[in-house]
């Protein structure tokens, strides 16, 4: 298996502008884990699916973040408007009790 | 909440043992983890250990656990300069449904040549 699959790698923005982070975990695991990682924070659990089911997203910051999964191979993490304070690096994980987390996606929005 | 607390940073010489230390306070931790973070890159799983344990061993990583003051260490011995990166202890809990992890900080382990 190629491990977690994240896209883009690095995505530059403007203030205001839709942003859309893309996962595709290990096959044939049942939970999928979005971080965000900044130097002031460390890394944050944003949000987590259990059998494509949220099941906990007390950790997105604010309404203007959602995530969805419509099937065990793909979630999306979407940010609308962005704004400078959400740039970091954005960590997607699959597994079970062992954690896998993919590359990542760094953000910048200027 | 739960809370995970590492130092900031370490520095050994090569061919060194290093050790990394954790503390956590959730009582009911299930599963302790040890990350690594090379620049510009994701987190690797390197080890974990079920908290019914004190020792797990690995190669020339060392998993110590002591359940009672509720802290982890991670030792590397023969540390190489590849080893140079930061390391992020975390731990899940029965608590959370499922497999949350908290993470701490993150300890930047320099190998000096």
């Known amino acids: 298996d190629a491990g977690v699959i994240q896209s883009p790698r690095h995505e530059v923005t403007e203030m205001g502008q839709e942003v859309t982070l893309r996962c595709k975990p290990i096959?044939?695991?049942?939970?999928l884990f979005w971080y965000r990682q900044t130097m002031m924070r460390g890394l944050e659990l944003l949000i987590y699916?259990?059998?494509?089911?949220?099941?906990?997203d007390s950790g997105m910051p604010e309404d203007r973040f959602s995530a969805k999964m419509p099937n065990a191979s793909f979630s999306t993490l979407k940010i609308q408007p962005s704004e400078p304070r959400d740039s970091a690096v954005y960590f997607c994980a699959s597994g079970g009790t062992e954690a896998f987390f993919g590359q990542g996606t760094r953000l910048t929005v200027v | 909440g739960e809370d995970v607390e590492q130092s900031l940073f370490l520095s050994v010489r090569e061919g060194d043992s290093s050790v990394i230390n954790c503390t956590y306070t959730?009582?009911?931790?299930?599963?302790l983890y040890w990350y690594k973070q090379e620049p510009g890159a994701g987190l690797q799983l390197l080890t974990y250990i079920f908290s019914n344990m004190d020792m797990k061993q690995d190669q020339r990583l060392t998993v110590l656990l002591n359940k009672k003051d509720k802290h982890l260490s991670l030792r590397i011995a023969d540390t190489q300069t590849g080893d140079s990166a930061i390391y992020f202890c975390?731990?899940?809990?029965?608590?959370?449904?499922?497999?949350?992890?908290?993470f701490g900080g993150g300890t930047r382990l320099m190998v000096k040549p």
């Open positions: 096959s044939g695991h049942d939970y």
């Open positions: 959730d009582s009911s931790s299930t599963y």
């Open positions: 699916f259990n059998n494509n089911v949220p099941i906990d």
């Open positions: 975390a731990e899940s809990s029965v608590n959370n449904a499922g497999n949350m992890l908290t």
